[in-house]
């Protein structure tokens, strides 16, 4: 069963410091990761893709990394903002038969307090 | 800048009522999507739709029916709400392909009394 873990559930950080949420994931065959930021009572804005042939992605102050051996990838945040503080969702799209299903994760929610 | 919007932000029904949420988006895009929300169990597909007049289930179908009949609205009837699909509901598109980029609505938080 295709299945997208992300951990921690929840992480309260001060501002300015940096911060790595993980996602693990067991979808088969793989097309592309994405990063998604969900701030409170809007909908999800994507932050990155990647598609199996790379490793970084950037965004300004976030970095997606990913390891397509290990199927694990991470959002790393650098020097946090007040305005970081949203829900952190990865999702994972499938290849191959089940071409562009997607299966999200649980989501990760950070908070970044003054 | 693609636009999605959803014609409620928060709504309240009685259990047994027929409820409608509408979805509109502004660029032309093929694929439309209904998902539900909800704590620890993040984001499910309810229906997905990928031209006019066509539609696919999704993970959670059950309860729930759809309908598109212009390219640029897609609607998700609840026919008789029950208090297990007290959820926030949240409409998305996409371009062409299954794997292009979801542009998201700001979400309907329903509650079913």
């Known amino acids: 069963k295709n299945q997208v873990e992300q951990s921690p559930q929840s992480l309260i950080i001060l501002e300015g410091k940096n911060c790595t949420l993980q996602?693990?994931?067991?979808?088969?065959?793989?097309?592309?990761l994405r990063w998604y930021k969900q701030d409170t009572g809007r909908g999800p804005v994507s932050l990155t893709i990647?598609?199996?042939?790379?490793n970084t992605k950037s965004n300004g102050r976030y970095t997606a990394t990913l390891d397509a051996d290990t199927k694990q990838s991470s959002l790393h945040i650098t020097a946090s903002q007040l305005s970081d503080s949203a829900s952190y969702i990865c999702v994972v799209s499938a290849g191959g038969t089940s071409y562009g299903k997607l299966t999200f994760g649980q989501g990760t929610i950070l908070t970044v307090h003054p | 800048d693609v636009k999605v919007t959803q014609s409620s932000r928060y709504l309240v029904k009685r259990t047994g009522e027929k409820v409608f949420l509408e979805c509109v988006q502004d660029?032309?895009?093929?694929?439309m999507f209904w998902y539900r929300q909800d704590p620890g169990l993040g984001l499910r597909l309810i229906y997905f739709s990928y031209d006019v007049k066509m539609k696919e289930k999704g993970d959670i179908p059950e309860g729930y029916s759809v309908s598109r009949e212009k390219k640029e609205r897609f609607s998700l009837i609840l026919e008789s709400a029950s208090t297990n699909q007290t959820s926030m509901y949240l409409c998305?598109?996409?371009?062409?392909?299954?794997?292009?980029?979801?542009?998201f609505g700001p979400g309907t938080r329903l509650t079913v009394l």
């Open positions: 996602c693990n994931y067991t979808v088969s065959p793989f097309s592309n």
């Open positions: 660029m032309d895009h093929e694929n």
């Open positions: 998305a598109s996409s371009p062409r392909i299954p794997t292009d980029t979801q542009y």
């Open positions: 990647m598609t199996f042939s790379e």
